[in-house]
C-alpha cells in the first residue's frame, strides 16, 4: 500500500477528493490512533480529543468490549440486508423500545444520521396524511435534499429548497430574534409558532423536528418550557413531534439517556446515529406504534441493520448502561462547564458558556457581542498547538463546540480545561 507522506496531505486532499470534503486547520490533520480520550496524529503527536469525531465516539476510541464484539461478529457475518432478519439487528430493535422515553417501540436502522431524518419525515407524512413539517433555524439535520431544506443555515445548503418545509424561531437566548430576555420574554420564540402555522401553511401540518440542543448551530440550549409550549402548539395543528437525538443521545447531555428528557416531552418520532454505535455507520429511526404502522410501502436497506454496526450498537448500550454513563456525565460536565465559566470571567471575548452535560458551546465574540469568526480561527489553531482538539459551528461560525467521549475523566477535563486557558492567554496576548 501506497504511504501517504504528512507533508503531501494537502495536495491527496485537493487532488483525489471532492471540494466540499471540509477540513478543520490551515493544515488538515491525519489522524492515526486513538484510545479512550486521546489520538495520535501521522506525526505521532498526542491529542485530547474534545470533540469525539462529531459527538460520536461515545464511549471513547477503541473502548475494548466494543472493539471485541464487533470483531468477533465479522468473523461470524458481516452482512445479510434487510431482505433477511439478524439477531443483533432484533436484539437492538428491543433494547431502545425498552430505553426510549414513553411510548416509542417500532424501528427501521439505516446508516447514517440523515437517513434516518428522511425515514423520520417519511413516516410522519405517512400518518398524518399531510406533507408539511416545521423545522427550526439555526438546525441542522443532515446532507440530503431533504436534509438540508430542514437544516436552517444557508451554509449547507447547496440546492435550491424543497417545497413544504418553513422554519421557526429557535430559542438562541443569547441573541434573542425579538430582542427579549428570558424569562420575561414568556418564550416568544415558542409561542410564535402558533402564527408560523397561520401564515406560512396550510393550518395542517405533519410534523415539527427539533434538536434538543442544537449541534451545528452551535449548541443552542433552549429555555425549560420551551418544547412543551412548542409541541402542545403543533400537536394541536395535527403535526407530530419529531426529536432528532443523533447528537444529544445515549447520555450526551447528561443525567438522562436523551437530551428530550431533559424538557419533560415524549416524541411521537425518535431519530438516533452518531454516538449509538461509537462510530460505526448506524441510524435508526423508532417511533410510537401507530406512526410506525402507517409505514406499508415496500422498503429495503441494503446495509441498515447490519449484524457489525448492530452489534457495535449493542455493545455501546452495555458500556453505557453498566458503567452508569449519563450520570458521570452529569458529573464531569459541571466540572467541565465551571471550567470554561470561569475563563469567560476571566476574558471578554468569550460571550457565552451554554449547554448540558458534556456538550458545551462557547461563543466568541468581539465588541458589542459581535460574532467573532476568526478569532474562533485562530483560538483553534492554537488549541491544536496545545495538544486539545475542539470543534466549531453556529450560523456565524464562531461557537467552540467541546463534547469529549462521555467516559473522559475528571483529569482529562482539568487537563483540557488549563490547555484551553493557555489559548485564552495567548489570544489575549495579541498571539
Not at 507522506?5 to 471532492?18: D, G, H, I, M, Q
Not at 454496526?309 to 458529573?331: C, I, M, N
Request: proline fraction near 5%.
Amino acid at each position: 500500500m501506497v504511504q501517504i507522506n504528512p507533508a503531501e496531505v494537502s495536495r491527496w486532499k485537493e487532488t483525489y477528493l471532492f471540494p466540499n470534503v471540509r477540513t478543520y486547520y490551515s493544515q488538515p490533520l491525519v489522524l492515526v490512533k486513538g484510545q479512550g480520550a486521546r489520538v495520535w496524529d501521522a506525526n505521532g503527536r498526542e491529542y485530547l480529543d474534545f470533540f469525539g469525531g462529531i459527538l460520536t465516539v461515545s464511549v471513547g476510541h477503541a473502548h475494548p468490549r466494543v472493539a471485541e464484539a464487533v470483531c468477533r461478529q465479522v468473523r461470524e457475518m458481516m452482512h445479510t440486508s434487510t431482505c433477511y432478519l439478524n439477531e443483533p439487528m432484533l436484539k437492538l430493535a428491543r433494547r431502545l423500545a425498552e430505553i426510549t422515553p414513553g411510548r416509542l417501540e417500532k424501528c427501521f436502522f439505516t446508516n447514517s444520521g440523515t437517513e434516518a431524518i428522511e425515514t423520520a419525515i417519511m413516516a410522519a407524512c405517512l400518518y398524518t396524511g399531510r406533507q408539511e413539517v416545521i423545522a427550526l433555524r439555526h438546525s441542522y439535520h443532515g446532507r440530503s435534499h431533504l436534509a438540508t431544506t430542514l437544516t436552517g443555515n444557508a451554509a449547507w445548503r447547496t440546492a435550491g429548497p424543497l417545497p413544504g418545509v418553513v422554519h421557526a424561531h429557535n430559542a438562541y437566548c443569547y441573541r434573542c430574534a425579538f430582542g427579549l430576555s428570558y424569562p420575561a420574554c414568556d418564550v416568544a420564540c415558542a409561542q410564535d409558532i402558533e402564527e408560523l402555522i397561520r401564515t406560512t401553511t396550510t393550518g395542517e401540518v405533519a410534523a415539527f423536528i427539533a434538536e434538543p440542543i442544537q449541534g451545528v448551530g452551535g449548541f443552542i440550549t433552549p429555555p425549560p418550557e420551551y418544547f412543551r409550549v412548542a409541541v402542545e402548539i403543533v400537536r394541536r395543528h395535527g403535526g407530530v413531534f419529531i426529536c432528532d437525538e443523533v447528537q444529544t443521545g445515549f447520555g450526551r447531555t447528561g443525567k438522562y439517556m436523551f437530551g428530550i428528557e431533559h424538557w419533560g416531552v415524549e416524541p411521537d418520532i425518535m431519530v438516533f446515529a452518531k454516538g449509538l454505535a461509537n462510530g460505526a455507520p448506524i441510524g435508526a429511526t423508532i417511533a410510537v406504534p401507530e406512526v410506525a404502522d402507517a409505514c406499508t410501502n415496500y422498503s429495503i436497506s441494503t446495509f441498515g441493520g447490519n449484524p457489525v454496526s448492530t452489534t457495535a450498537a449493542l455493545a455501546t448500550l452495555e458500556v453505557l448502561v453498566d458503567g452508569a454513563v449519563p450520570e458521570h456525565v452529569d458529573r464531569v460536565g459541571s466540572l467541565l462547564f465551571e471550567g470554561l465559566q470561569k475563563l469567560a470571567e476571566q476574558y471578554r471575548f468569550i460571550g457565552e458558556v451554554r449547554g448540558k452535560g458534556l456538550m458545551v458551546g462557547v461563543e466568541l465574540v468581539g465588541e458589542d457581542r459581535s460574532p467573532a469568526p476568526d478569532l474562533t480561527n485562530r483560538f483553534m489553531e492554537c488549541a491544536r498547538e496545545e495538544g486539545v482538539l475542539v470543534g466549531k459551528g453556529g450560523l456565524y461560525g464562531n461557537v467552540l463546540r467541546i463534547a469529549p467521549p462521555m467516559t473522559v475523566g475528571e483529569q482529562e477535563v482539568a487537563e483540557a480545561v488549563d490547555r484551553l486557558g493557555c489559548v485564552c492567554r495567548r489570544l489575549a496576548a495579541g498571539a
